[in-house]
């Protein structure tokens, strides 16, 4: 009897410790944290003031006869945290040149030229998941940059972060400064945004997804 006690504790301790390496490696690995998209400047052309219609559609402004010029963009995407979580409450900011490389700033080069039909800044705040969408125009370039939009996302109680979102494929992205100027590879494609066909939306139209990964 005590040798068949001796045996089934020890046939115990190994089962325990099976079990429990069992669990260990069934357990799901800590997820890597997402790469933060990298800052950017705001530049000189932040709206001084504030157009009369700032919704999430730049392309058709209330009151206008006709909508932009341009080529039509369907700009989405989510704002999450480092961990892949949804920031709710956020608002988002974007402004950018007009089809023939204006900014409606009255210190841009030609800004009485300013197309009237294009908003040039939108808002739009984020949903319960994280999502945010923009209907503009796909960036053009301007002298000095390669075509862009900027972006500006704000946090109540945490702040204001601003980047920009450029296209993949422009030629004139090996050139410029600012994209250059982000050194990590990795970062640096986060902002290089694919255009593609939208015609399930919108005909002529593109569209693209640029998530933004907030570091918090």
Same mark, same amino acid.
């Given at each position: 009897?005590?040798?068949?006690?001796?045996?089934?504790?020890?046939?115990?301790?190994?089962?325990?410790?099976?079990?429990?390496?069992?669990?260990?490696?069934?357990?799901?690995?800590?997820?890597?944290?997402?790469?933060?998209?990298?800052?950017?400047?705001?530049?000189?052309?932040?709206?001084?003031?504030?157009?009369? $219609?700032? $919704?999430?559609?730049?392309?058709?402004?209330?009151?206008?006869?006709?909508?932009?010029?341009?080529?039509?963009?369907?700009?989405?995407?989510?704002?999450?945290?480092?961990?892949?979580?949804?920031?709710?409450?956020?608002?988002?900011?974007?402004?950018?040149?007009?089809?023939?490389? *204006?900014?409606?700033?009255?210190?841009?080069?030609?800004? $009485?030229?300013?197309?009237?039909?294009?908003?040039?800044?939108?808002?739009?705040?984020?949903?319960?998941?994280?999502?945010?969408?923009?209907?503009?125009?796909?960036?053009?370039?301007?002298?000095?940059?390669?075509?862009?939009?900027?972006?500006?996302?704000?946090?109540?109680?945490?702040?204001?972060?601003?980047?920009?979102?450029?296209?993949?494929?422009?030629?004139?992205?090996?050139?410029?400064?600012?994209?250059?100027?982000?050194?990590?590879?990795?970062?640096?494609?986060?902002?290089?945004?694919?255009?593609?066909?939208? $015609?399930?939306?919108?005909?002529?139209?593109?569209?693209?997804?640029?998530? *933004?990964?907030?570091?918090?």
């Amino acid at each position: 009897m005590p040798e068949h006690r001796s045996v089934s504790r020890r046939t115990l301790m190994v089962g325990m410790a099976t079990l429990s390496t069992t669990a260990l490696l069934s357990r799901p690995a800590r997820a890597t944290p997402l790469v933060p998209t990298p800052g950017q400047t705001e530049g000189p052309f932040y709206p001084t003031s504030l157009p009369a $219609d700032v $919704d999430h559609d730049l392309v058709r402004v209330h009151g206008a006869a006709a909508q932009a010029l341009g080529t039509v963009a369907h700009i989405g995407g989510r704002i999450l945290d480092r961990a892949g979580r949804p920031v709710s409450g956020a608002v988002v900011e974007i402004w950018q040149c007009d089809a023939q490389g *204006i900014y409606r700033h009255p210190r841009a080069p030609g800004h $009485d030229r300013f197309d009237g039909n294009f908003q040039g800044y939108g808002r739009a705040a984020v949903a319960s998941d994280g999502a945010y969408r923009f209907r503009t125009i796909k960036p053009v370039p301007y002298p000095g940059r390669t075509p862009h939009i900027h972006y500006a996302v704000i946090v109540p109680g945490t702040g204001r972060f601003v980047t920009q979102m450029y296209v993949a494929g422009e030629p004139l992205n090996a050139r410029d400064g600012l994209l250059n100027a982000i050194r990590d590879p990795q970062a640096r494609r986060s902002v290089i945004i694919p255009l593609t066909a939208a $015609d399930g939306l919108e005909a002529g139209a593109v569209q693209g997804t640029f998530d *933004i990964v907030l570091d918090l």
